[in-house]
């Protein structure tokens, strides 16, 4: 009885060690080679203390008209990239909450934003973390890209 388990345990131990390993053809490790990384977006990302003030939006840099009651938020233009990121999802955290809003705009140039980790943000997506956003005006939060 040992003999015929200790044959079959070799003989699957072989089977295993016989069996064909897919090999990626030469195209596909070219064309992974070629592909910008997933996190190129990711790659400028505020750093530090962040902070967040909000604005009455309207005609967004990103083409589209927003109002008060739109979660959205205007990053700064050292992150902007020529509106490379307009469309994307930031999730904001602070005050023990968090909200995702959408880049619709970049702070205006005359210090709108005084840092790459300053953003504004529409009067919706600060009550989300602040419910008296009118009088507290600017907080301490964390935000990234999603």
Same mark, same amino acid.
């Given at each position: 009885? $040992?003999? $015929?388990?200790? +044959?079959t345990? +070799?003989?699957?131990?072989?089977?295993i060690?016989?069996?064909?390993?897919?090999?990626?053809?030469a195209t !596909?490790?070219?064309?992974?080679? @070629?592909?910008? &990384?997933? =996190?190129?977006?990711?790659?400028?990302?505020?750093?530090?203390?962040?902070?967040?003030?909000? $604005?009455?939006?309207g005609?967004g840099?990103?083409?589209?008209?927003n109002? !008060? =009651?739109?979660?959205?938020? @205007? *990053? &700064?233009?050292?992150?902007w990239? =020529?509106?490379?990121h307009c469309?994307?999802?930031?999730k *904001?955290?602070?005050?023990g909450? !968090?909200?995702?809003?959408?880049?619709?705009?970049?702070?205006?140039?005359?210090?709108?934003?005084?840092?790459?980790?300053?953003i504004?943000? !529409?009067?919706a997506?600060f009550?989300?973390?602040s419910?008296?956003?009118?009088?507290?005006?600017?907080?301490? *939060?964390?935000?990234? $890209?999603?």
């Amino acid at each position: 009885m $040992f003999r $015929f388990i200790l +044959l079959t345990f +070799l003989l699957l131990a072989l089977g295993i060690l016989a069996s064909p390993i897919p090999v990626p053809d030469a195209t !596909s490790i070219l064309e992974r080679a @070629a592909a910008p &990384p997933d =996190n190129e977006a990711r790659a400028l990302e505020p750093r530090g203390k962040q902070t967040m003030t909000w $604005f009455y939006p309207g005609m967004g840099a990103c083409g589209k008209r927003n109002g !008060s =009651n739109d979660k959205i938020i @205007a *990053i &700064p233009q050292a992150l902007w990239a =020529n509106g490379k990121h307009c469309g994307k999802q930031v999730k *904001i955290s602070g005050n023990g909450k !968090s909200v995702v809003a959408t880049v619709q705009d970049m702070c205006p140039s005359d210090g709108g934003c005084p840092d790459s980790g300053h953003i504004d943000v !529409s009067p919706a997506t600060f009550k989300a973390i602040s419910a008296n956003y009118q009088q507290v005006g600017e907080m301490t *939060i964390a935000w990234s $890209f999603m």
